[in-house]
Every structure is written in C-alpha cells, then in structure tokens.
C-alpha cells in the first residue's frame, strides 16, 4: 500500500485512494475465499460417488489450502500492479490540475506571513466578539435589575399618592405636612413618655423610703 497521503485527491474524491484500493483487495481476497470453499465441496460432493475412495476430507482440505496460498501470493503480486497503475492514472490528480474551489486561491495568493497575520487577526477578533457578548449579557442583567427597582419604587410612589389622598381626605394636608406634623407629635409623646418614666421611678423611690 502507498504511503503518500494524497491530501488533494482526498479532497476531491471524498475518500483516500488508498482506502478504496483496500476495500478492492479485501473484496476479492474475500470472493477468492468463497470461491475454494465452493471448489472444496464440489470435490468432496464428487469423491463422495466415487467406491473405495482413498481420498479423506483433511488431505482435501490441505490441498485446498495449498491452493489457496499459491493463488493468494499471485494475487498479491498482480494487485501490486493494478494498485501502482490505478494510483498513478486513476486516483492521481495531476500537478498542473487545479480544484474549482481552491482557484480563489490563485487568483488571490497569500503568503505564509500574510496567512499568519489574517490568522491572528481573526483570533482578535473572535476575542472581542466573546468579550462583546459577555459585556452585553452583564448589561442585560443589570438592566433586569433595574427593571426590578424601578417597579418597586413605582409601588413606593403610589404607596406614598395613596397616603397622600387620605390625609387630604381627612383634611391634614399633603402627605408631607402630615408626616413632619406625627413626627413632632412622636417626638412630643417620647418626652411625655419620659417624664411619666421619671417621675414613676421618684414616686417609686418614696415609697421604698416610707
């Protein structure tokens, strides 16, 4: 078998010439196998008829595979051949021979240096891309995010409206006013809680004097 990998006529066949050529010796080294096995019956089939035979099925089948030896090393040989001339004027592409789809590249030839560059370039730019999408993903959580506070402020907000129309209700004013008004009158009822606290400790304290 030839060891050249015929990477252009790989290209254009879809398959290595080397493969086809073996799946051609396996085939017909098969068909030979099939075709002593058959020569093999058909004589012990005819022995068989024959009286007084001195003739076993062993020193049949040792014939057999003598037989089968000598053909299989003359196969080999032809198929050696046929392999040689089927590589070099069947599954050969030809040195001045250019595929359809390879001619942009001689119309537009590129050096090892120039294709180096244009490979660190798209390299580049794959690197931004994958930075791009994952800046863009960020953004997009943090724009869920303030999807999420902006609809609590607004729930905020028309909490705050609601309490607003009910001191307006009630006639005490925006929300506002009514907010410093209770807590001034918080503030009022904590020195008036204090007080009470004070003078409950003295009365205590008599009392334990008493």
Known sequence: ???????YETQFFGFTPQTCLLRIYIAFQDYLFETMLVVEAVMLKKLDGIPDCKISP?????????FLLFMKEHFDKLFAKMEEVLLQ?????????????????QQYPCSKEE???????????QQQYRAEVALEQALRVELEEQKIVKAELEKTLQCFDGLDNICREHGLGNFKECFAFLTQSAK?????LKEVEEKSKKLKQHDQLT
């Open 58 to 66: 062993s020193q049949i089948r040792k014939c057999t595979e003598k």
């Open 115 to 125: 294709f180096q560059a244009l490979q660190d370039e798209v390299q580049q730019l």
């Open 89 to 105: 004027l069947v599954l050969n592409i030809p040195k001045n021979v250019l595929l359809p789809e390879d001619r942009v590249q």
């Open 1 to 7: 078998m030839s060891v050249d990998p015929m990477a």
């Open 188 to 192: 009022k009822l904590q020195n008036v």
